[in-house]
């Protein structure tokens, strides 16, 4: 089998329009939420959420016509061109590679116009202008003139792990050599409804593994991975940032929206992850947290975590500073586990003010933390109950 490593990574999100910034931020526990600004949107009341100001579509869309395409495939391009370029690529090395993408409601928010204009006149046309899905992959295809295979991956809020997870097993097994691997969600009313119907959304803060902690910020942002078959990396001279060394998926078979209330599916995915990356839990030395700040959420990854932990394993989840991307989540985590191996530290829990004896977590509250991170575990779990955990190491040349 192949060996995969990670050599670029794409960010745009409400603490930085670049995974450097974006990562800076992370280190820095910069918070991202604001008040959620309402063009475009419904809401009931004034709320909190993740969302990205001063961001021009027309600096990063060069060959679609930015003005026809939806927010979603925005955000999408912009990460992807960030990735590109921290990887060094030229278009014949990444034009027949293939495109995983991570969704959870892709272009929601363009398909909700549409249908509004439908209703004001309405005509077909209107409604088969921009499907809400499909477009992401051809306005991304488009845009690089991408030849390879495309899949869209909505997996709900572990789509972006489960779009790493297509990359990394078409490169592992000699099938492809370049992958981009990509999770996106825009902003939208329906989001936004969605869980404020489930009475999941925080006043203010998002505040994981906090005793105080009263749910999630919606957000929204795009982030991208580069993978690359190992000689295939070094054969251009690559900057090896970390490598995938195993992961492990699961059902709760439980819920549409809760996590079963053992943890099973959570452990098992945790299990097969170390299983396959052929390490123990004892060499696992930093958690990426899906982290939602929901009490349901945060009570049942921390009892996982412990029940297959013999150590407290530093964790932490981003979703305090920026909120819950959905789509986007897990690959925006992805990039801080691949940043966390190569440079040795690890961004904090911020807004976290008590501790919660049912999340008895070392969550690295609201100071980074620099300590020797050799492997890098980021979990992520979804409405279904889909669970996904990848194994992030430190690059070697020599193992």
């Known amino acids: ?187 939208s009313t329906i989001a936004y409804y969605g869980f404020n119907r489930l009475k999941a959304i925080a006043s203010k803060e998002c505040k994981p593994f906090d005793a105080h902690r009263d749910g999630m910020l919606v957000a929204e942002g795009s982030g991208c991975l580069v993978l690359e078959e190992l000689e295939h990396a070094k054969n251009r001279g690559a900057n090896i940032l970390a490598e995938i060394k195993g992961y492990g998926v699961s059902c709760d078979a439980y819920h549409i929206t809760a996590p079963h209330p053992n943890s099973t599916g959570i452990i098992h995915a945790m299990e097969k992850a170390i299983e396959k990356a052929n390490i123990t839990t004892d060499d696992v030395n930093y958690i990426s947290a899906h982290g939602t700040g929901t009490q349901a959420n945060d009570k049942a990854e921390s009892y996982a975590v412990n029940q297959l932990f013999n150590k407290k394993v530093p964790m932490s989840s981003i979703k305090s500073m920026i909120g819950h991307s959905m789509g986007a989540a897990s690959l925006l985590e992805a990039i801080v586990c691949c940043n966390a191996v190569k440079e040795n530290i690890a961004p904090p829990t911020i807004n976290f003010e008590l501790k919660d004896e049912n999340c008895d977590v070392d969550c690295i509250p609201n100071k980074k933390r620099s300590f020797p991170i050799e492997y890098a575990m980021n979990n992520s779990y979804a409405f279904g109950g889909a669970n996904s955990s990848i194994i992030f190491k430190k690059f070697r040349d020599d193992c």
């Not at 077909?124 to 991408?146: G, I, K, M, V, W």
Request: net charge negative.
């Open 1 to 187: 089998m192949k060996r995969v490593v990670v050599t670029g990574t794409g960010a745009i999100t409400s603490i930085g329009l670049n995974s450097r910034d974006f990562w800076q931020s992370c280190l820095n526990g910069e918070s991202g939420v604001t008040l959620i600004q309402k063009e475009g949107l419904q809401l009931l009341e004034p709320k909190y959420g993740g969302q990205i100001h001063d961001f021009d579509p027309s600096k990063y869309v060069k060959v679609n016509d930015y003005n026809s395409i939806g927010r979603g495939s925005h955000l999408l391009i912009a990460s992807m061109y960030d990735a590109i370029s921290n990887a060094n690529l030229n278009p014949d090395t990444y034009k027949k590679a293939d495109l995983y993408v991570g969704t959870t409601m892709g272009e929601i928010a363009i398909e909700t116009t549409d249908y509004k204009r439908y209703l004001e006149e309405p005509s077909p046309q209107n409604l088969l202008d921009q499907d809400f899905l499909h477009t992401l992959l051809a306005n991304a295809c488009r845009e690089f003139s991408l030849q390879g295979e495309t899949m869209l991956i909505a997996n709900a809020c572990s789509a972006g792990n489960y779009a790493i997870i297509q990359g990394y097993e078409k490169i592992r097994s000699g099938e492809q050599s370049i992958c981009f691997t990509a999770g996106e969600d825009p902003f």
